[in-house]
């Protein structure tokens, strides 16, 4: 009788120890509900249509930028002569903007011609990701521009 104890005994302390080893595993399996990506802040563009943007190698272009407001749908920003603004929709991968109003400076005519690239690529716009903390621009699948965090974003 000692011994039909003895092995109940130790099948029920493997049984505990099984079940707690099935739960363990079982809780790092739960899904991971992630907040959908957040477009919203002030952008830098470091790149457009894979083709770095370099600001200083441009007379007269200043920094493009991109700011993006969720709560209002707002978007504006610099497009390197201009400033422009109009209204966007974010659904955590399809971005559309609305279309564009742009101020009406004249700048030097790389400065412009650079403009004119960058506008027509926010005009192709479709969908957005936020990758490695820069945000990415694409239009039918095709990267069309990067940014950076502006400084203090």
């Not at 790149?47 to 707002?74: A, F, I, R």
């Not at 400076?105 to 820069?134: H, I, R, S, T, W």
């Amino acid at each position: 009788m000692k011994k039909h104890t003895h092995i109940h005994r130790y099948l029920n302390s493997i049984l505990a120890l099984v079940t707690l080893l099935m739960v363990a595993a079982l809780s790092g399996c739960a899904p991971v509900v992630e907040e959908p990506p957040s477009v919203d802040g002030n952008w830098l563009l470091v790149e457009l249509n894979e083709e770095p943007v370099q600001v200083s190698q441009v007379v007269g272009l200043q920094q493009p930028t991109l700011s993006l407001v969720e709560e209002s749908g707002k978007a504006s920003g610099t497009s390197g002569v201009n400033r422009f603004s109009c209204t966007y929709t974010f659904d955590g991968e399809a971005l559309s903007l609305g279309p564009i109003a742009v101020t009406k400076m004249m700048g030097p005519p790389d400065a412009q011609a650079f403009e004119d690239k960058y506008l027509a690529a926010l005009q192709e716009v479709d969908a957005a990701a936020v990758v490695n903390g820069n945000l990415q621009l694409y239009g039918e699948a095709r990267l069309l521009a990067v940014y950076e965090p502006a400084p203090g974003e």
